[in-house]
Nanobody, 116 residues
């Protein structure tokens, strides 16, 4: 079992920045990939960014150049630095972790609202 706890969401003005964090605990030795999805009201949950244990990254086209995903393996934490935020980035952001099996675990979600 893996537990994921997100933090760092909130309200920010357009053009502003936020950093999300996701701390993993439990059977984390088998955790090989982590990342973030987001879900806006009435829409499906979409991948935002992903990172492997080795540091390879993948981004949605809509966030390339604005968001950066990083990972601290010693702290079992993944971060999402979000810059130049737009109103369309408003969503609930969910952290996930993949373990061998494969099995995907999810965090509880954190709200990000971009509004003036």
């Amino acid at each position: 079992q893996v537990q994921l706890v997100e933090s760092g969401g909130g309200l920010v003005q357009p053009g502003g920045s936020l950093r999300l964090s996701c701390a993993a605990s439990g059977t984390i030795f088998s955790l090989y990939a982590m990342g973030w999805y987001r879900q806006a009201p009435g829409k499906q949950r979409d991948l935002v960014a992903a990172i492997t244990r080795g540091g390879s990254t993948n981004y949605a086209d809509s966030v390339k150049g604005r968001f950066t995903i990083s990972r601290d393996n010693a702290k079992n934490t993944v971060y999402l630095q979000m810059n130049s935020l737009k109103p369309e980035d408003t969503a609930v952001y969910y952290c996930y972790g993949d373990v061998t099996g494969p099995t995907r675990y999810w965090g509880q979600g954190t709200q990000v609202t971009v509004s003036s």
